[in-house]
């Protein structure tokens, strides 16, 4: 799809003027670092190859102004022991949180995503290891806020006749959040005849991207690939890696039509080895669920009340600074890197072969090129790849940095962003004296603006009558470049429809040179039923 400024489109205004708040927009630090003693049946420890971790959260709750979360992490590390095999192991350690809104939180769309950052594995000694990762919990809370100013004071029919109101409109952001149940996949992924059979499971990771979005009536039809990764030892411990691309879909009970971003977290991975039909272990079955949460995101057209008077009343007008959201791109696009680093870099002069390479990328955050005018996305690509060197197995780690120019003219400090980053299609190769990696990156990208509105949101009708100017029945009044008739009618305590009236004028539009005719204002004839 290619990115267009989405800030002109809408949908129609709604009966309400109700627009996107923001209750809670925050992220949760929490950190687990613990220490595992090796089971013994894993040889002594020479050094830690590999270490990769999932979080899963499972479960969140919200009372009051308060949301309550709890998770846990999943840690699988790949160790060489002393008898030089590859050996594994999976454990997994909780942690919980809480975040809280000045606000309560009732009839609130909730959204809730932990990443995981600063994975570490250390060797204490050959039998302990030390576990650590940092979980990032973004929790977001948001709600439609009325933006209707309420009025006070109103005794009869011609009260709230001599009301003028200053409505002007804008465009404002519509978020949908779907929740779905966790859904399923079941694979068999068959070893081919060329690599040996299967004697034990390493490692199993399973990286989900939604990439396609077919809205129909009142459901969200979802659609992507399931990046599977298995390491496994054949019976003389050699590892072998199998990476597997397996369809995955979805439905979502969502209305409305939009632009979609959809992050997806796996949550169990479940590996057994089974026999094929002549008796050889060929045959791995994985059982995992995982979890989608999609959000369409639209503008609609809203009013909102800049000022408020009445002729024949003095009113109190409470006003407020109110954020307002706009959604300036969507973008669901791809690209490739190729990432390069010296052998001399990273510590070995020889790689015979290349086990397996992991991406994990991560968004820096947006900056702006004044010369190209456009916004630029900035990542960065953590790339461990295990390999068998003339030295040994090795994990071989560098980041990349990418980028990703936008075609967006905007202010940086009023853009926000939500965003969905994978890896695919993941390949490495090495000649003497370097060492590539070419992957895909699937970007999903809502850029979203943040302005303020100056809103009426109280106005109470006081018992004082309206100052108004001593002046002749009809005045002429030249209005400078630029004036607004509100401002003018205003200030003479009269309406706009009366000024429009008497100068035969089809809007309130002021054309140059010319001369008005200010009446003054008539009170408002009111009828009531009398029985």
Not at 164 to 192: A, C, G, K, P, Y
Not at 241 to 256: D, E, H, L, N, Q
Not at 285 to 313: F, G, Q, W
Not at 423 to 428: F, G, L, Q, T, Y
């Amino acid at each position: 799809m290619n990115p267009t400024d989405l800030s002109k489109l809408k949908v129609p205004a709604s009966n309400k003027n109700e627009i996107f708040s923001k209750l809670i927009d925050t992220t949760a630090e929490n950190t687990v670092s613990e220490e595992y003693s090796l089971p013994d049946y894993i040889p002594d420890v020479k050094r830690i190859l590999q270490t990769n971790a999932r979080t899963n959260l499972n479960s969140y709750s919200h009372e009051g102004n308060k949301i309550n979360f709890e998770g846990y992490v999943i840690f699988i590390v790949l160790l060489l022991t002393e008898d030089d095999a590859i050996k594994s192991i999976s454990v997994s350690y909780p942690y919980e949180g809480f975040v809280e809104s000045n606000s309560d939180l009732n009839n609130t769309d909730i959204s809730i995503m932990p990443k995981l950052d600063n994975v570490v594995c250390k060797l204490q000694n050959p039998r302990k290891l030390l576990l650590g990762s940092k979980v990032n919990t973004y929790v977001n809370a948001t709600n439609q806020k009325d933006i209707t100013p309420s009025i006070e004071g109103i005794k009869s029919a011609a009260d709230e006749l001599a009301l003028e109101r200053d409505i002007r409109r804008m465009n404002t952001l519509l978020v949908t959040t779907s929740l779905l149940d966790d859904q399923s996949m079941s694979e068999d992924i068959v070893i081919d005849s060329q690599m040996p059979p299967a004697s034990s499971i390493l490692y199993c990771g399973i990286d989900i991207c939604i990439s396609d979005f077919k809205p129909q009536t009142a459901i969200l039809q979802l659609s992507g690939n399931a990046a599977v990764t298995v390491i496994y030892a054949d019976e003389n411990g050699n590892p072998h890696t199998i990476v597997k691309r397996v369809p995955v879909s979805a439905a979502a009970a969502m209305a409305g039509s939009g632009e979609y971003i959809a992050p997806a977290q796996v949550n169990d991975i479940k590996t057994q080895i089974a026999a094929d039909s002549y008796g050889e272990n060929r045959i791995i079955e994985l059982d995992a669920t995982y979890r989608i949460i999609p959000r369409c995101m639209s503008n609609k057209e809203v009013s909102y009340t800049a000022d408020m008077y009445s002729t024949s009343s003095a009113l109190k007008n409470i006003n407020a600074d109110i954020d307002s959201y706009i959604l300036r791109k969507c973008i669901n696009t791809n690209f490739t890197v190729n990432a390069k680093k010296a052998l001399s870099e990273t510590g070995t002069d020889n790689i015979e072969n290349i086990i397996n390479t992991s991406v994990i990328l991560k968004n820096n955050g947006l900056s702006y090129d004044s010369d190209k005018k456009r916004t630029i996305l900035n990542g960065s690509a953590l790339i461990n790849i295990l390999a068998n060197c003339s030295d040994g197995y090795k994990n071989i780690s560098y980041t990349e940095p990418f980028k990703y120019e936008i075609d967006l003219q905007s202010e940086l400090n009023q853009l926000e962003f939500m965003d969905t980053l994978n890896a695919s299609n993941v390949k490495s190769r090495a000649d003497s004296g370097n060492i590539y990696t070419d992957f895909e990156v699937i970007l999903g990208l809502a850029l979203i603006e943040k302005n303020k509105i100056n809103s009426i949101i109280n106005t109470t009708l006081t018992e004082q009558p309206q100052q108004s100017k001593s002046r002749p029945p009809m005045t002429l009044y030249y209005p400078s470049k630029g004036e607004r008739l509100w401002d003018i009618a205003k200030y003479y305590g009269t309406t706009r429809d009366a000024i429009m009236s008497a100068n035969n004028m089809a809007n309130d539009t002021i054309t140059d040179e010319k001369v008005l005719l200010i009446p003054k204002v008539r009170k408002q004839p009111v009828f009531e039923k009398v029985i």
